[in-house]
């Protein structure tokens, strides 16, 4: 299990960006990776996953808007945002599962993951 640390979170208007980071305590190159977002009173979603080959894949809602990228050279994991909208805001979380038990039938599902990080939150007003 990975140790995962998000930041980049943050306040901002619709319409801004922001980028958030995933720091992890282990080799990411060895894990698929996805970001996960819960807004209050709500079930926790898939955003986006990537791969070791680095193939994404994104809930359609942010589709064109969100890029998901790693850098396994510094073992951290990215989500680019753009466009924000306030149905945006949520609690943000990285979420990792090693390859050997990564269920890649599904890539935006909470239970194909093992390790999570503490969120980080990203609000977004009108």
């Known amino acids: 299990q990975l140790q995962l640390v998000e930041s980049g979170g943050g306040s901002v208007q619709a319409g801004g960006s922001l980028r958030l980071s995933c720091a992890a305590s282990?080799?990411?190159?060895?894990?698929?990776m996805g970001w996960f977002r819960q807004a209050p009173g709500k079930e926790r979603d898939g955003v986006a996953s990537?791969?070791?080959?680095?193939?994404?894949r994104y809930e359609d809602s942010v589709k064109g808007r969100f890029t998901i990228s790693r850098d396994n050279a510094v073992n951290t994991l990215y989500l680019q945002m753009n466009s924000l909208k306030p149905e945006d805001t949520a609690m943000y979380y990285c979420?990792?599962?090693?390859?050997?038990?990564?269920?890649?039938?599904?890539?935006?599902?909470?239970?194909?993951?093992?390790?999570w990080g503490q969120g980080t939150q990203v609000t977004v007003s009108s």
């Open positions: 282990g080799y990411t190159s060895q894990y698929y």
């Open positions: 990537i791969g070791r080959d680095r193939f994404d």
């Open positions: 979420a990792a599962q090693r390859a050997q038990d990564y269920d890649a039938r599904a890539p935006l599902e909470s239970y194909a993951y093992n390790s």
